[in-house]
């Protein structure tokens, strides 16, 4: 268990600086990180942990802001943004960038999240939910907690990435009508088509 009388590293690059304890006791023997460390250490694992990168190729050109690399910076940003339940993003206001960083992050429910996870690149090369049925291509939507929605087969790679393109349109109108009222301004821009 890692308390912090004075800072320290964390995957080489991320000072903990705070004076606080960042793990609860939950029973004896047993600690939680607090929700803000563990999402902190959590993004330096996604950005600097060469093994995870690997096994997670996504993660490759991923970014983390300077700021954030100190521990009380990160938290400030998160006490003033958290909400219980959500996950943080950097994808969606980031785009291709792929930065984590105060301008470019949100918490957003896991099923906004799932719109916009990044995947690797499938082996046989085909779009994001597009595979390969026989001589015809099935089209995927991925949902959250691992769960997906058939979207049909189709006779080309076009008209499949077509129907994935659509659904994930539609999908995102849904999130922001469920969520308009909780989420952030520049987030439910983005999934009404904005910029």
């Not at 600097?48 to 954030?68: A, D, L």
């Not at 939507?141 to 769960?147: C, E, Y």
Request: charged share 25%; glycine share 6%.
């Amino acid at each position: 268990m890692m308390d912090c009388a004075e800072p320290t590293l964390i995957e080489m690059v991320g000072i903990n600086d705070i004076p606080d304890k960042v793990y609860d006791k939950i029973s004896k023997g047993k600690y939680k990180a607090k929700p803000y460390y563990e999402a902190w250490r959590q993004m330096l694992t996604r950005t600097f942990n060469q093994g995870y990168i690997k096994k997670h190729p996504t993660y490759m050109h991923v970014q983390m802001c300077k700021e954030w690399l100190r521990l009380s910076n990160f938290k400030e940003w998160h006490d003033e943004n958290y909400i219980k339940g959500w996950e943080l993003d950097k994808d969606i206001l980031s785009g291709d960038y792929k930065m984590y960083g105060p301008l470019t992050c949100a918490y957003v429910p896991p099923e906004v999240n799932a719109i916009y996870k990044s995947y690797p690149i499938s082996k046989s090369g085909l779009p994001r939910g597009v595979f390969k049925n026989n001589k015809k291509y099935t089209a995927r939507l991925r949902l959250h907690k691992g769960n997906s929605l058939s979207l049909g087969t189709y006779n080309t790679i076009k008209e499949a990435n077509m129907a994935v393109n659509k659904a994930i349109s539609q999908k995102k109108k849904t999130m922001a009508d469920k969520y308009q009222h909780v989420l952030n301004n520049k987030v439910l821009n983005k999934l009404q088509g904005g910029l």
